[in-house]
Nanobody, 111 residues
Framework: QVQLVESGGGLVQPGGSLRLSCVAS????????MSWYRQVPGKEPEWVSNITARGTIMYTEAVKNRFTISRDNAKNTLYLQINGLNVEDTALYYC?????WGQGTQVTVSS
């Protein structure tokens, strides 16, 4: 069965950085587009970024130039490098593919 397991979240100060990971299993990772979403309590998930199987990348405007999505097909792992964190980035971050979701990793930005 499809499994997506996120990690790498934490509490960071404004301006800090984190690298989120999503380890995938149960499907042929290299052939699927992968996405990152984030969600704050009381709101719908917000799409953040995606990377296609061929490596085409897109970002939502709010994170351009600060977030970098990448994938390592040999490790079945999706990454999200987050730099210049601000309090508005505080959220539960999920990876997603083909309507399958992980359980998320919490990113909290606070001084």
């Amino acid at each position: 069965q499809v499994q997506l397991v996120e990690s790498g979240g934490g509490l960071v100060q404004p301006g800090g950085s984190l690298r989120l990971s999503c380890v995938a299993s149960g499907f042929t990772f290299s052939t699927f587009a992968m996405s990152w979403y984030r969600q704050v309590p009381g709101k719908e998930p917000e799409w953040v970024s995606n990377i296609t199987a061929r490596g085409t990348i897109m970002y939502t405007e709010a994170v351009k130039n600060r977030f970098t999505i990448s994938r390592d097909n040999a490790k079945n792992t999706l990454y999200l490098q987050i730099n210049g964190l601000n309090v508005e980035d505080t959220a539960l971050y999920y990876c997603e593919t083909d309507s399958y979701w992980g359980q998320g990793t919490q990113v909290t930005v606070s001084s």
